[in-house]
């Protein structure tokens, strides 16, 4: 767990010096300390502060080298729901 913490720290590290480009949203900044260890109570928090800088930069790069589906990008898949291909035709209401 050790290297671990290492490695989401430096890299968390270099995410927040380009705060300008990566502003957290959603997750919080978390304290790093020479006494901190990840841990299962913990780990998630850590985590998710790191994978919000990395969904952050797939959207950045995705937008700056113009790609089609920039937009999309940044939808998680594990939220995305699975298309019902033998399902029935979406109905969309306008208002």
Request: hydrophobic residues 40%; aromatic residues 10%; without cysteine.
């Amino acid at each position: 767990m050790l290297q671990i913490k290492e490695f989401v720290e430096s890299t968390v590290e270099k995410f927040r010096s380009a705060e300008s480009v990566f502003p957290l949203m959603v997750a919080k900044n978390m304290p790093y300390d020479s006494e901190l260890q990840f841990n299962e109570q913990n780990v998630t928090m850590y985590l998710a502060e790191l994978e919000e800088y990395s969904s952050m930069l797939i959207t950045y790069l995705a937008y700056k080298n113009e790609m089609p589906d920039a937009a999309v990008s940044a939808l998680s898949l594990d939220q995305m729901v699975e298309k019902d291909k033998d399902g029935e035709k979406l109905q969309v209401r306008h208002h």
